[in-house]
């Protein structure tokens, strides 16, 4: 893999404020310029003097102001792993805003880092959209001791399941030992719980030596609550808007909004040239609050293009949308925001409200039976833009799903309930793989959440080690306000160690083996039919029987036919059998060994014929 040539000389940097945002990760930071020197920048426009602080060395050594608001100096005797603070008119010293590590968390002193790393994944072609199963994991709950290298030595289970991609929760620097990685202060430092940034780039090389795509989830919405500095060194952050978890970054500021612009999509672009990741998925990308024209998020698409042009490099930009955006997936040059695909949820809460009618795990509103036929039919249920509200709506015609991403369960959908439960616990195993089934053999992009795949017993809480205790408590409250719905009397709360410790998956021999074989065998059989062609939107039919909980996907091509019945029901239901018409081999059937046959369907209940 090659990196974009740096277009702007190290040590001329009087033009770094018309750099494209693209090269901009070059400069900012401290960078090793030489075998014992380093090159320190830093975006302070409102800053009369910047110093550096090097821990166990000089001090106070000053900045030289520079055009943009940066400020720049070069110091010798100072190389890779040596710890420095910034302090602005002298102030306190404070970690750098694109500090590449935070060694002893986000409060202390910053690290220079020597990005020089021995990749081997040369031939890595990167992801296959058409192939897309797309696996989220929590690097601190995924292995017991919840490092990169450790996760490497599972990577061997997601093979032999079948996934072909994996999606991290975010790594960005957060205050305390864990969290979900939302609260992020330090964005171009993965957090020290996990590893160093060595130990990233080793646990990125090993998943694509097997096979495997690396997404990265980001936080461009706002800043974590804690550790948050920013304000020391400039306008990076909203006067004008705010949002529920931190600050809002400035990105519509008529004098300063450009230079924010240039920080936030230059660490786009860091993530995957530096670590080589093949895309990244941009949280909550509805909430990133921008007046100006163009949006933010379309010029994150339009630099990391252009980036990926330069080097020759795949790679996919994923919006959590919640719900389906009508322009988030259309090409730039055509209008749109020029993502690849983005998440849309309606396909999970239309789901879980068959199985618990009246119950609610997000602030939207879902109809028992009616919405899951819905989104089968058109794609969706919800429809929003990033400036317009969301609202119930149906299409003139179905859309193409092929860049959707649908689950059962998430990170939000299993953490955003008080005790943390995962679907198979709130409904049943039988339920669980039924609903599998409709997920994996859809045209839309699956995602499956870390355990889901052997219906893990562990629950998978919202945690948090901030230190300051109001802030814990503002967290505690928080819960209750944003999900009033919940009795949170009874889960452990997000300060307690035990939410952080008892979410770790554990092995695969703890949980379900027949849940792990079928989703094995879902996964196998999409890649065979989504390979040949059948197994897509414009070859598909779908039928629903509400008053029994009928589903069915009919795909047909060149006299082929592949048929999904499944069959979903809430635990009060009658589960009698029932019907439906089909012709050809069973492939896969859920409830095997079973009584049911090809044609007829128990409650929860999924079978799949070829014809």
């Known amino acids: 893999m090659a990196s974009e040539p740096n277009r702007t000389e190290p040590n001329n940097l009087s033009n770094l404020a018309e750099t494209p945002a693209r090269q901009w990760h070059h400069f900012v930071g401290a960078h090793c310029s030489g075998s014992n020197q380093t090159t320190f920048v830093v975006w302070a426009p409102l800053a009369k003097q910047v110093t550096v602080d090097i821990v166990d060395g000089p001090t106070g050594v000053p900045m030289k102001p520079q055009a943009g608001g940066y400020h720049r100096a070069v110091i010798d005797g100072v190389a890779a792993g040596a710890c420095y603070f910034y302090c602005v008119d002298g102030g306190p010293q404070r970690p750098d805003p694109a500090s590449r590590f935070q060694p002893q968390g986000v409060h202390g002193p910053s690290q220079v880092i020597d990005s020089e790393f021995d990749w081997t994944d040369q031939q890595w072609p990167g992801p296959d959209a058409k192939q897309l199963i797309v696996y989220e994991l929590h690097l601190g709950t995924f292995t017991q001791a919840g490092t990169y290298a450790a996760a490497i030595e599972r990577l061997s289970e997601l093979v032999e399941l079948g996934v072909t991609a994996i999606e991290l929760m975010p790594v960005a620097a957060a205050a305390g030992r864990w969290n979900w990685g939302y609260d992020g202060v330090a964005m171009f430092a993965p957090l020290d719980a996990y590893g160093t940034p060595a130990d990233f780039r080793r646990f990125v090389d090993a998943a694509h030596a097997a096979g495997l795509a690396v997404f990265l989830d980001v936080v461009y919405n706002h800043l974590g609550p804690e550790g948050n500095y920013l304000h020391d060194f400039g306008p990076y952050l909203s006067d004008k808007h705010n949002t529920v978890w931190g600050d809002a970054p400035n990105f519509d500021d008529p004098e300063h909004g450009d230079a924010v612009r240039r920080f936030f999509i230059a660490n786009a672009v860091y993530w995957l040239d530096e670590f080589h990741l093949d895309g990244l998925r941009v949280d909550a990308i509805h909430c990133m609050a921008d007046d100006r024209e163009p949006h933010v998020a379309a010029e994150i698409s339009a630099a990391v293009q252009q980036w990926s042009e330069s080097v020759s490099r795949n790679v996919m930009l994923i919006a959590e949308s919640n719900v389906y955006d009508p322009e988030m997936n259309v090409p730039l040059d055509q209008g749109g925001i020029g993502f690849d695909a983005m998440w849309c949820d309606d396909f999970l809460h239309s789901t879980f409200s068959v199985f618990r009618p009246g119950e609610q795990l997000c602030h939207r509103s879902y109809q028992p ?23 119930r709506t149906t299409p003139k015609s179905p859309v193409d799903t092929n860049g959707l991403v649908y689950s059962i369960q998430n990170h939000d959908f299993i953490g955003n309930h008080p005790l943390g439960v995962r679907l198979h616990q709130l409904t ?87 849940t792990w074989q079928w989703y094995r065998a879902l996964i196998a059989l999409r890649k065979t039919y989504r390979g040949s062609g059948l197994l897509d939107g414009s070859k598909l039919r779908t039928e629903t029987d509400l008053s029994s909980g009928l589903y069915i996907l009919r795909y047909s091509n060149d006299g082929q036919r592949l048929t999904v019945a499944v069959r979903l029901s809430a635990a009060t239901e009658p589960a009698e059998a029932i019907e439906y018409e089909t012709q050809g081999t069973v492939l896969l059937d859920s409830r095997e060994p079973t009584e049911a046959s090809a044609g007829t369907l128990l409650a929860n209940h999924a079978i799949v014929t070829l014809q």
């Open 428 to 514: 049943s195993h039988d339920a669980h793989r039924a609903a599998a089934a409709l997920l994996m053999l859809s045209p839309a992009i699956p995602m499956l959440f870390m355990g889901e795949e052997f219906a893990c017993e562990k629950p998978f809480r919202f945690f948090v080690d901030f230190a300051d205790p109001n802030l814990r408590e503002a967290v505690v409250q928080g819960r209750r306000r944003e999900y009033p719905q919940h009795d949170w009397d009874s889960g452990v709360l997000p300060t307690d160690p035990k939410a952080f410790t008892s979410a770790k998956i554990g092995p695969i021999e703890a949980g379900n083996l027949q």
């Open 369 to 391: 039976k009616t919405d899951l036929a819905h989104t089968l039919r058109h794609g969706y249920v919800y429809e929003g833009t990033l400036r317009q509200d969301r609202n």
